[in-house]
T-cell receptor
């Protein structure tokens, strides 16, 4: 089945710094989602991005489907950005999302 | 617009017992999927329900079962609980296949088996 790899596994930043999270996937996909998991466990939708670039405030994402990767950019990070970031792609049957292991981001003031 | 809601938020059960978790899908969504997330891991797909039928299943034993109701809400049932079933259980709803539509998640039910 399709494999999803995220890097780095852990990231520690000072408030105000920028960061780039990467998601590689092993097969062609129809879509890709980025999530932020808050401390209470809820997965918050960040981007639904099959291809191209999208921006939402300080966050932006780029998916290059032909090269099987996606990048999540966080600019001017804040302590509230801390948490685990997941990317997920659909399986071949289209019945499930396959998640990476996540990137744990810690932003300190 | 009401988002995905799950109940209960926390639950403690004893090994061997049975548990039922509930999920109300987001308004307009007809597909519900369940995921298990162990500590420090990404969510793992359990199964998906579409039009009240199971529409795909991950690598979970038959003691994990589910239902979807005509209003598209869903239940996850786990029989003969084991200690390794302790995890965060997440429900997601969408308006179709994950291949083509965005999935939205509830806040999860944290199950502890003792």
């Amino acid at each position: 089945g399709i494999q999803v790899e995220q890097s780095p596994p852990d990231l520690i930043l000072q408030e105000g710094a920028n960061s780039t999270l990467r998601c590689n996937f092993s097969d062609s996909v129809n879509n890709l989602q980025w999530f932020h998991q808050n401390p209470w466990g809820q997965l918050i939708n960040l981007f639904y991005i099959p291809s191209g670039t999208k921006q939402n405030g300080r966050l932006s994402a780029t998916t290059v489907a032909t090269e099987r990767y996606s990048l999540l950019y966080i600019s001017s990070s804040q302590t509230t950005d801390s948490g685990v970031y997941f990317c997920a792609v659909p399986n071949q049957a289209g019945t499930a999302l396959i998640f990476g292991k996540g990137t744990t981001l810690s932003v300190s003031s | 617009e009401t988002g995905v809601t799950q109940s209960p938020t926390h639950l403690i059960k004893t090994r061997g017992q049975q548990v039922t978790l509930r999920c109300s899908s987001q308004s307009g969504h007809n597909t519900v999927s369940w995921y298990q997330q162990a500590l420090g891991q990404g969510p793992q797909f359990i199964f998906q329900y579409y039009r009240e039928e199971e529409n795909g299943r991950g690598n979970f034993p038959p003691r994990f079962s589910g239902l979807q109701f005509p209003n598209y809400s869903s239940e996850l049932n786990v029989n003969a609980l084991e200690l390794d079933d302790s995890a965060l259980y997440l429900c997601a709803s969408s308006s179709g296949s994950p291949k083509n539509t965005e999935a939205f998640f509830g806040q999860g039910t944290r199950l502890t088996v003792v």
